[in-house]
């Protein structure tokens, strides 16, 4: 697939972040446009992570500006760029594992005040995820590995946001849940969300992206349409085990 | 990788070991049935009255345990100064009520000023909680363990530096505004204070848990108590809601020491170390992190000091504390996360 021709919706301007001495993300920019799927892929320590958790406030970058709609948002704490429409489902799922599915879905749209509209969200989260409704009174933490997947996604999705920030959805499933999750992605672009995905799953991540950044020890390596980097063999060598 | 292990798998085995605690917790249990149970049958008036004193203390214990373990729970410190918080809410009640209000002996006009001064009582030991937190805990929060630690011992010392310099090194004596009349019920004497500690106590923490368990605060508390950045994923102001924790586990603390100085008739600047120590011992037997436990904690702490204190047939006051922390290091053994406490391993 080929990128849009919407206006952008996130835009990383030459972004640097880093942990004490350590720079984890080294003058990276690119833009996320309003109905897209953007992969940003590579291995292990990329700063694929650091890039997500910076954008939603959790980091604070040491150089460089972060764009939303316009707005900068770069360095304001991370309650309040939930407030602005960027919701994130983040590495390692991190539900509250002692509240019941219930309640995880209630903090997901904690910040919302109509509650006829949370209801309406909840309910397309429900019907995106059908398990969630059989386990809806069950602690969290004593759920499978991907029925918490399914958690941590609907999650972001109740805060209804603009962009959702999706942190390695498919990590530790079967092959048959990272399907689902995958086709859910596409679902949840065509009602209307644009979405930034990490992923280790790289192939899958690419082909379902509209555009893609591949990411090597911090730097921007590469980019370009998502479709493209899936067949280019390059790209296949380095992340695609291939 | 994550595992996902099934239970059956960690299935326990039945060892020697195993059967030998089991066989052990059950002895004590029974040692301690029987001697209860001795003591019902031979006498069961003393029993009873023996027992509404111990939920007399027990619920003043579980007010100020409450605070440790709400604490514990948002942002795993031990805060040491809480016994202290306790404290100058004992010491602010008696300077308000007692002294500046001159508010001594029953009468009507005194119970309305009672109130007023709990609230404010409250409302003082919660600014106290929220600014130890500001100026000293918040700057420590992602320093090692140890850091904030021995910050909260620092705290507790000046706090009791300013109970201090407030009342003098000699217990005061409170002159209060309870009753000191009783009544009868089927042989049982209780004091009229008695009753009204319960009157205060248990909507209190009615109160709270509702706070805690109900209101959209409270799931952000326990929210943040889990995970500090999937909260501020969910829009949850961390810092905030921490303040909020301080705040009512400080006013918890104020109603707690307003609540004992009328009822004791006594305050002392060194009060917070001997009853935070008890709290806090109440905070860890009912699983430290857990309200209910906390409040469970705090009546069998009670009661246990009163059946030792007050039964015919007992060990007798001098092993009170013996007795107390005896039955801590024994249930520490049997159920380290204590009664409440979690011990199911959840799944990563």
């Not at chain 2, 020697?16 to 917790?25: D, Q, T, V, W, Y």
């Not at chain 2, 204190?309 to 007992?314: E, S």
């Not at chain 2, 922390?325 to 406490?341: A, E, K, N, S």
Request: charged share 15%; with cysteine.
């Amino acid at each position: 697939m080929a990128r849009l021709n919407t206006p952008a919706m996130l835009k990383i301007n030459d972004l640097t972040v880093g942990y004490g001495a350590i720079t984890a993300v080294k003058g990276l920019t690119l833009e996320v446009r309003e109905g897209e799927i953007v992969s940003l892929i590579g291995s292990n320590g990329a700063g694929k992570s650091t890039t997500l958790r910076t954008v939603s406030g959790l980091l604070k970058p040491k150089s460089g500006n972060i764009e939303f709609l316009g707005e900068k948002i770069d360095g304001i704490a991370g309650h309040e760029i939930v407030a602005k429409g960027i919701c994130h489902s983040p590495e390692g799922r991190r539900i509250f594992p002692k509240m019941t599915v219930d309640e995880n879905l209630d903090l997901g749209a904690y910040l919302r005040k109509d509650a006829a509209a949370v209801k309406e969200t909840r309910d397309h989260v429900l019907q995106l995820f059908p398990r969630l409704q059989e386990r809806i009174n069950q602690k969290a933490g004593t759920m499978s590995g991907g029925e918490q997947q399914m958690l941590a996604v609907g999650r972001a999705l109740m805060g209804n946001p603009k962009l959702l920030i999706l942190d390695e959805p498919s990590m530790g499933l079967a092959p048959v849940l990272v399907d689902l999750i995958f086709e859910t992605i596409e679902e949840i672009r065509k009602s209307g969300v644009t979405i930034l995905l990490v992923e280790q799953n790289a192939l899958a991540a690419l082909r379902i992206a509209d555009y893609a950044y591949v990411l090597e020890s911090g730097h921007l390596k590469l980019e370009g349409d998502g479709s493209k980097l899936a067949d280019d063999p390059a790209i296949a060598q380095a992340y695609l085990g291939g | 990788m994550t595992s996902v292990a099934s239970g059956v798998a960690r299935k326990k085995k039945v060892t020697p070991s195993a059967i030998l605690m089991r066989a052990s917790m059950i002895m004590i249990i029974g040692v301690a049935v029987y001697w209860l149970g001795l003591n019902l049958t031979s006498d069961p008036r003393q029993f009873a009255q023996v027992t509404v004193n111990g939920l007399n203390n027990g619920l003043l214990y579980a007010l100020i345990a409450l605070g440790y373990t709400l604490v514990y729970g948002i942002i795993e410190l031990i805060n040491f100064a809480h016994g202290d918080l306790f404290m100058l809410g004992a010491v602010f009640s008696f300077a308000v009520l007692t002294e500046a209000l001159g508010a001594t002996g029953p009468s009507a006009t005194n119970y309305a000023l009672l109130l007023v001064v709990l609230l404010l009582s409250m409302l003082f030991c919660a600014f106290i909680n929220v600014s130890i937190e500001r100026l000293a805990y918040r700057r420590l929060r992602n320093a090692p363990r140890l850091a904030p630690l021995i910050t909260a011992v620092g705290m507790s010392f000046v706090l009791q530096w300013i109970g201090l310099k407030w009342i003098g090194s000699n217990p005061v004596n409170v002159n209060t505004v309870l009753p000191s009349s009783d009544f009868e019920v089927a042989g049982v004497v209780i004091a009229v204070k008695t009753l009204i500690i319960f009157a205060v106590t248990i909507p209190l923490l009615i109160v709270l848990a509702f706070i805690v368990n109900k209101t959209r605060r409270g799931r952000a508390m326990r929210a943040t108590a889990q995970d500090k950045d999937a909260s501020r994923l969910m829009g949850i102001d961390v810092n905030q809601t921490i303040t909020f924790t301080f705040a009512i586990a400080g006013a918890a603390a104020g109603a707690a020491g307003l609540m004992w100085a009328q009822t004791t008739g006594t305050v002392a600047y060194n009060l917070g170390f001997q009853l935070g120590l008890v709290a806090f011992t109440a905070a860890v037997l009912g699983g430290v992190g857990n309200l209910y436990g906390a409040v469970l904690g705090g009546i069998i702490i009670g009661l246990i000091q009163s059946y030792n204190d007050g039964l015919a047939i007992g060990p007798g006051q001098r092993w009170s504390q013996t007795m107390v922390f005896t039955l801590l290091i024994l249930l520490m053994v049997y159920r380290p996360g204590g009664l409440l406490g979690e011990t199911a391993q959840e799944k990563v």
